[in-house]
């Protein structure tokens, strides 16, 4: 289990996001109390604790689930926030101190569909066919649209645009 972390952290300032910020400056902790996801403007220290996040999705939605949710995990881990990662088929631990970033891409690699089986975590993520809900607090958000440069995969996978 997660404690807390050395690692420290205080933000100058914490902004609403905008299409285009790299999923990786939001702060995840407050953007959970808020219904809206924040950015930080400027890092130092503060306290880390672990965020919880689950996953799940529909038939065709395991790839999607698993970009989004490697991604997200990642980018808190890049932080020095610990993450703890619930699967269909099992949990995942990862973070600063502990490492666990292999592990967590493995079982991604090979995740299934299957339901969120923890819908009050911080944060939970659904993969659809199409694309990956993100969800945080009352708030939800399309994974493309978080991400700042669509990964190959990702992009070529975007929906169509339907001309008018």
């Known amino acids: 289990e997660y404690g807390r ?3 420290r952290e205080q933000f100058e300032e914490l902004r609403e ?3 285009g910020d790299p999923l990786r400056e939001i702060h995840w902790k407050t ?4 219904d809206e996801l924040g950015v930080k403007e400027f890092a130092a220290e503060a306290e880390a604790e672990a965020v919880t996040l689950a996953a799940g999705a529909g038939v ?4 999607w689930m698993a970009e989004a949710t490697a991604s997200v995990a990642l980018s808190l881990v890049d932080e020095g926030i610990p993450v703890e990662v619930t699967l269909p088929r099992g949990d995942v631990r990862v973070g600063p101190d502990h490492g666990g970033e292999r ?3 493995r079982t991604l690699a090979t995740a299934t569909a299957g339901r ?4 009050e975590a911080d944060i939970t993520v659904t993969g659809r066919a199409e694309d990956a809900i993100v969800q945080v607090a009352d ?3 399309q994974f493309t649209d978080l991400i700042d440069e669509p990964t190959e995969w990702t992009a070529t ?3 169509e645009a339907v001309s008018a």
């Open 5 to 7: 972390s050395e690692q």
């Open 17 to 19: 996001y905008q299409p």
């Open 31 to 34: 953007t959970a109390k808020r």
């Open 60 to 63: 065709d939605g395991a790839d």
């Open 103 to 105: 592990s967590l891409l």
């Open 116 to 119: 969120v089986t923890d819908p």
């Open 139 to 141: 708030a939800e958000y």
């Open 157 to 159: 996978r975007q929906p």
